[in-house]
T-cell receptor
Framework: AQKITQTQPGMFVQEKEAVTLDCTYDTSDQSYGLFWYKQPSSGEMIFLIYQGSYDEQNATEGRYSLNFQKARKSANLVISASQLGDSAMYFCAMRIYGNNRLAFGKGNQVVVIP | EPEVTQTPSHQVTQMGQEVILRCVPISNHLYFYWYRQILGQKVEFLVSFYNNEISEKSEIFDDQFSVERPDGSNFTLKIRSTKLEDSAMYFC?????????????FGDGTRLSIL
């Protein structure tokens, strides 16, 4: 079974600064996808970015980018130019190709301060 | 942008009662899921549903849970006899296709409170 680890304590980041959220995972499978979701205080889960295990390029989506290091089994999310609306819980998740379920980490809390 | 719609947003129920949580998937999505998130904890997979049948379920999804898509649009999660520990946020998610890069899109959740 896959395991996702997000161990950073809550983070405060200055508006307009970049922030990196750590995610490591453990799986014996070679084919998988990694996803990041944002959960604001209102509770909804918003998909941010996807990285496939065979993708050679790091994924980018607007202000979000993924620092994917397959050998280290890490998929850190970088949020550039933080905005107040980025304050939320961020979840890293993995799906083994061919399976259905997403396995989530415990999340990283980010608070953006003006 | 199309979205997954869940109703109700909040449900308060007495222990032992049955509850039905409803989800309207994004049109033309084929894969449907239920997850739950106990307060302050991580999101946990319950069940996936494709082609009108369960394709995968977790150990949490025991006999008190069931899912169906009764009218081809709504996707429901039924909890037959609720327990205090069923109190959680329940998320419906849908996915367009089986493509590996297709994300699961989540609804806003139903907060279930068991008294």
């Amino acid at each position: 079974a896959q395991k996702i680890t997000q161990t950073q304590p809550g983070m405060f980041v200055q508006e307009k600064e970049a922030v990196t959220l750590d995610c490591t995972y453990d799986t014996s499978d070679q084919s998988y996808g990694l996803f990041w979701y944002k959960q604001p205080s209102s509770g909804e889960m918003i998909f941010l970015i996807y990285q496939g295990s065979y993708d050679e390029q790091n994924a980018t989506e607007g202000r979000y980018s993924l620092n994917f290091q397959k050998a280290r089994k890490s998929a850190n999310l970088v949020i550039s130019a933080s905005q107040l609306g980025d304050s939320a819980m961020y979840f890293c998740a993995m799906r083994i190709y061919g399976n259905n379920r997403l396995a989530f980490g415990k999340g990283n809390q980010v608070v953006v301060i003006p | 942008e199309p979205e997954v719609t869940q109703t109700p947003s909040h449900q308060v129920t007495q222990m032992g009662q049955e509850v039905i949580l409803r989800c309207v998937p994004i049109s033309n999505h084929l894969y449907f899921y239920w997850y739950r998130q106990i307060l302050g904890q991580k999101v946990e997979f319950l069940v996936s549903f494709y082609n009108n049948e369960i394709s995968e379920k977790s150990e949490i999804f025991d006999d008190q849970f069931s899912v169906e898509r009764p009218d081809g649009s709504n996707f429901t999660l039924k909890i037959r006899s609720t327990k205090l520990e069923d109190s959680a946020m329940y998320f419906c998610a849908t996915r367009l296709s089986g493509g590996n890069n297709q994300p699961q899109h989540f609804g806003d959740g139903t907060r279930l409170s068991i008294l």
